[in-house]
């Protein structure tokens, strides 16, 4: 290949040239990339170094701010790097920094570029060279390379050193077996008086104890000497990171820690070291009383700062501490409301947080009236999510806080009418879910669905589209608690439900049946002395109920209507007239009509449904209300007999059922349950369906030879039904197998009696000044004493609470935390004694220095870690507890094993008396579930 010419290394292009190039290019700008990609790919091809390193690295600029992919130029990289020039190796490690992975076909080739670098003498190659390899490491350059970097490890130069720690992380993930060779002298670095290095193994101990603190136990006195000794703000950090992450693992240890760490709160004047004092604290040493007051006492420091980042930590921290010590909580709680009105949305959710840990059963009113009022004039996003926390905290544990289920319920209708309320789904549940749970609350459900239904504003926000469905299904399964059902009927049936999705819709319409289906039903029973199907015996309770003694609230007389309401007692309609019923079935047949032509099958089948029924009333009751009584007696009868049989099928009550109902039904012995119904048709040979000519459509008035058409429809459907119950029932003896045993309901609809719910007052009314509201709702209050009990709540099984997941923290026994173990504490055979584990911090420091150490012989021979180069380093810090016991097998010992352990106890016993100070040079004999305990806190 020729060499490149002059005019190719005269007028290539430069990197400041192709910024500026691509600053002016106001439109247009990827035509310039491109252009400049095509240049870039002949540039790079080229065997001048120069004209390559200039590509590479106008390529690497691409690659950083426009992602372009440069895989294509990863050989061309290694070229660069082959350079002498210190300057076109440091684009090349750059470009190898972002474009080289794992699965990169040219990273085996790297590795003797890599050693030769970081052998060299000049200290920037050996830099360069490090944080390359902290990007790209794999297993193979991680194994590879592990004996350079243990040297670099020691190196006099601190500049190096530094950067050598600081890699050995990554070496340390990706090639385990490396903690083997290094740990040693990662551990020798502790010591280092310079600030930078010890920064940089703090670093990386503070990682690796995040992922296994347990292994690390060991080494608490080296870093308690740190949190003691230290000066550097940054290092006591990391410091503190440690700490609390092995506190929780050794009791005396938290003991021995606590007061260090008050005395830098007192001390400091940097917030991010006090932060991380009080975070600390509060995380790991909650137990000690004095110290979580210190750091309580801190946090408004933090609160009343002008930086949010500042606040939000201070936020951050009451909610830690909020989880054990809420009286924290409320010691800021001025501070707290105020931060729900900041600028920034993270500590408005924050603080949000702090105010729903303190509700309780005490003051949830007053405070869901503070954050109702806040969600009227916050932002759509934050709106939502004061709204999703009212209603989290309130359905907790089956609305445990909840006393008063009216004013729950209206506070349902007032969130769903704020402006940028999203929450229509969990509205909905909760709606449902209380209805059927508390029977006390169906009145007060009513008449908040009847609010929702004639609101104009609902029906044309789609967030809301289920409450409507919520209020509507409530409407028509609680009908007869309404005070004016003809209302609720108009409410259904209004033009605009046209804007409701069709499956709203459908509801709607069943919702609408029910309240037609109990107005005809009401109408029958007030004409009771007429139809002598219906005896008055026989009339539902809500309407032979007498009318209490106490003075009536509300007298309505609306669309024919009577209706009258006591205190906490409804009493249905109490007069419905025959006009008001025909303009009832006009209605009907003029909102339903056009729906029979619908698209959407369940529409179209609801309106059928109900125009089917409709017709039948038209055609039989009707008559007779309009002709004597002598002429149509028999048509009204029948008529009363089809709405009796239309009112008992809509008046079965709905219960709550179980989650775990189905799983709760047991299987009978012998049954097998198959994926499918294959063999059915073998099964039930031999059963003979009824012929399609059994079912007629005719019309039901049509007669023949003076016999009534639809009496013979009845007898000959009453002679079908007898023989299929007696088929039914041979086919059950037969095949007794595929049937599930007979037995009664397992749901009860009886609910003990409960209190009337007191009312509340609108919860939009004029509030004071918000913060001083929330002050004095926040304040504690002695738990009132309710003159009734709380409504029932209908609760089945466990299944209603659903289970919290509690985050346990789980070792992770992998091959670092393994390797490191084995170093630090020796082989995982010897184990110490219970008696060990549980020394009192009197008893251990009397025996400190006397006791013997029994170690195991295997564990002499294993590798130490005392540098022979530097012994004294590392002598005074380690050294096996002295009561360290193996656990064998018991066994006879002889006379020679008998005279060895002697004289190994007594060589011993005197090496712990010639030197106190000084630790053996065995490393710490424990296992990861019996972690050791070290000296410095027996």
Not at 125 to 147: G, Y
């Amino acid at each position: 290949m020729s060499g490149p010419s002059l005019m190719d290394s005269l007028f290539q292009r430069s990197l400041e040239d192709l910024i500026k190039g691509l600053r002016q290019q106001l439109i247009g700008e990827q035509a310039f990339i491109s252009k400049a990609l095509e240049e870039i790919r002949k540039e790079i091809k080229s065997t001048d170094l120069s004209i390559k390193s200039t590509a590479l690295l106008k390529l690497s600029y691409l690659s950083s701010l426009h992602f372009h992919d440069m895989s294509f130029a990863t050989f061309h990289a290694l070229e660069v790097l082959s350079s002498p020039r210190f300057s076109h190796k440091k684009i090349a490690y750059h470009a190898i920094s972002l474009s080289f992975h794992d699965s990169t076909p040219v990273l085996l080739l790297i590795t003797n570029h890599l050693r030769k670098d970081l052998t060299s003498t000049n200290e920037f190659e050996v830099s360069l060279s490090l944080r390359c390899l902290s990007k790209i490491a794999n297993v193979d350059l991680a194994r590879d390379l592990t004996p350079e970097i243990f040297t670099l490890m020691s190196s006099n130069k601190l500049y190096v050193r530094k950067k050598a720690v600081a890699v050995v992380l990554r070496v340390f993930e990706k090639y385990p077996d490396s903690v083997r060779v290094c740990f040693k002298r990662l551990v020798e670095n502790l010591d280092n008086s310079d600030p930078q290095i010890l920064s940089a193994v703090i670093g990386v101990f503070c990682e690796l104890a995040c992922k296994d603190p347990r292994s690390y136990l060991p080494l608490a006195p080296e870093f308690y000497k740190i949190l003691v000794d230290s000066k550097n703000n940054w290092v006591l950090i990391k410091v503190l990171k440690i700490f609390a992450k092995l506190a929780p693992l050794e009791p005396r240890l938290a003991k021995r820690v606590v007061e260090p760490i008050c005395d830098h709160m007192r001390r400091t004047g940097a917030k991010s070291l006090l932060f991380e004092c009080v975070r600390t604290v509060v995380t790991s040493l909650s137990e000690y009383d004095s110290a979580v007051r210190l750091a309580v006492g801190k946090v408004p420091e933090f609160l009343v700062d002008e930086d949010p980042n500042l606040k939000y930590l201070g936020l951050q921290v009451l909610s830690i501490v909020a989880q054990k010590h809420l009286w924290a909580v409320s010691q800021n709680k001025e501070a707290v409301i105020k931060s729900l009105s900041d600028a920034d949305p993270n500590i408005k959710i924050e603080s949000l947080r702090l105010v729903m840990a303190m509700v309780s059963e005490c003051n949830v009113t007053e405070i869901s009236r503070v954050l109702v009022n806040h969600a009227l004039k916050s932002d759509p996003e934050f709106c939502n999510e004061i709204l999703g926390s009212i209603l989290s905290t309130c359905s907790r544990n089956v609305y445990e806080i909840i006393v008063d289920f009216d004013w729950y319920v209206s506070l349902l209708g007032e969130m769903s009418r704020i402006p940028h309320c999203h929450k229509g789904e969990e509205i909905e549940n909760q709606l449902i879910d209380i209805g059927i749970r508390v029977k006390d609350v169906r009145l007060e459900l009513v008449r908040v669905s009847r609010d929702l239904l004639i609101d104009p504003a609902l029906l044309g926000n789609f967030f809301l589209h289920r409450v409507l469905c919520a209020a509507s299904w409530a409407s028509g399964e609680y009908v007869k608690f309404s005070r004016n059902p003809l209302e609720l009927m108009e409410a259904l049936l209004q033009p605009r439900t046209r804007l409701l999705p069709p499956s709203i819709r459908a509801i709607y319409i069943q919702s609408a049946f029910k309240v037609l289906v109990f107005c005809l039903h009401t109408y029958l029973m007030q004409r009771g002395s007429t139809f002598s199907s219906t005896s008055p015996d026989n009339l539902p309770s809500v309407v032979s109920a007498s009318v209490s003694d106490e003075s009536f609230d509300n007298l309505s007389v609306e669309n024919g209507v009577d209706a009258t309401v006591t205190h906490g007692q409804i009493c249905t309609p109490a007069f419905i007239t025959n006009e008001s019923i025909v303009n009832l079935l006009n209605m009907v047949e003029l909102a339903l009509g056009p729906l029979v032509g619908s698209h959407d099958v369940e529409v179209q089948e609801r309106a059928r449904n109900v125009l089917g029924f409709v017709d039948l009333t038209k055609l039989k009751f009707l008559n007779y209300s309009v002709q004597e009584e002598n002429d149509s007696e028999g048509k009204g009868v029948e008529a009363s007999n089809i709405i009796e049989l239309m009112h008992d099928a809509f008046s079965k009550e709905l219960g709550p059922i179980s989650l775990s109902a189905q799983g709760n039904v047991s299987l009978p012995d012998g049954l097998i349950v198959k994926e499918n119904l294959g063999d059915l048709e073998m099964i039930c040979c031999d059963i003979e369906l009824p012929s399609s000519n059994s079912f007629s459509f005719g019309s039901p008035c049509e007669e023949k030879d003076g016999v009534s058409f639809s009496n013979l429809q009845i007898k000959e459907d009453s002679e079908q039904s007898n023989e299929s119950t007696s088929l039914l029932a041979e086919h059950r003896k037969r095949h007794g197998l595929y049937y599930l045993p007979l037995g009664k309901s397992e749901i009860s609809n009886d609910y003990p009696p409960a209190n009337d719910p007191i009312l509340q007052g609108n919860i939009n009314g004029n509030a004071v000044d918000l913060v001083k509201i929330t002050e004095e709702s926040l304040v504690p209050k002695r738990k009132p004493s309710h003159a009734k009990p709380r409504p029932v709540v209908v609760k089945l099984d466990e299944v209603d609470e659903k289970p919290v997941a509690l985050k346990k923290f789980e070792s992770k026994d992998d091959s670092l935390s393994g390797a490191v173990r084995d170093i630090l504490f020796g082989s995982e055979d010897m184990v110490p004694t219970s008696s060990q584990s549980n020394l009192s911090d009197k008893s251990s420091s009397k025996r400190k220095g006397k006791e013997k150490q029994h170690t195991a012989p295997h564990v002499e021979s294993k590798e130490n870690l005392v540098d022979d180069g530097n012994p004294s380093s590392r002598r005074r810090k380690y050294r096996s507890h002295g009561k360290e016991r193996r656990h064998r097998s018991p066994r006879k010992k002889t006379a020679e094993e008998r005279e060895g352990q002697k004289e190994k106890e007594k060589s011993s016993h005197r090496h712990g008396r010639h030197k106190s100070g000084q630790r053996a040079e065995e490393p710490l004999n424990v296992s990861a579930q019996a972690p050791v305990i070290p000296d410095f806190l027996l």
